[in-house]
Nanobody, 125 residues
Framework: QVQLVESGGGLVQAGGSLRLSCAASGRSFSSYYMGWFRQTPGKDREFVAHITWSGSGTYYTDSVKGRFTISRDNAKNTVYLHMDSLKPEDAAVYYC??????????????????WGQGTQVTVSS
């Protein structure tokens, strides 16, 4: 069992930066593949970024490539999402998620076993 708690959301002006954190409790965090997703009202949860258990592989949705960076610190049981050059369309509730196995379907929410409660990101124009 893994519990995930996101933090770091807030209000930022367009062009600004935020760093989201996702703290995990439970055993074997370092073996989990982690993802960040986001959701706005009335829309499906959208894939943002994914990182392999070792951190050697990272993947992003096209709209955030070059602006967002996913990373992890297995010693701290934490995964991060550093967001630069934020745009109003990045505003959403951001969720971190964990899965215990690797797969090419890292963009699919149903492939993840555990989810955090979400943290709100608001971007003013």
């Amino acid at each position: 069992q893994v519990q995930l708690v996101e933090s770091g959301g807030g209000l930022v002006q367009a062009g600004g930066s935020l760093r989201l954190s996702c703290a995990a409790s439970g055993r074997s965090f370092s073996s989990y593949y982690m993802g960040w997703f986001r959701q706005t009202p009335g829309k499906d949860r959208e894939f943002v970024a994914h990182i392999t258990w070792s951190g050697s592989g990272t993947y992003y949705t096209d709209s955030v490539k070059g602006r967002f960076t996913i990373s992890r610190d297995n010693a701290k049981n934490t995964v991060y999402l550093h967001m630069d050059s934020l745009k109003p369309e990045d505003a959403a509730v951001y969720y971190c998620a964990a899965r215990s196995y690797g797969s090419t379907a890292y963009q699919v929410p149903s492939q993840y076993d555990y989810w955090g409660q979400g943290t709100q990101v608001t971007v003013s124009s």
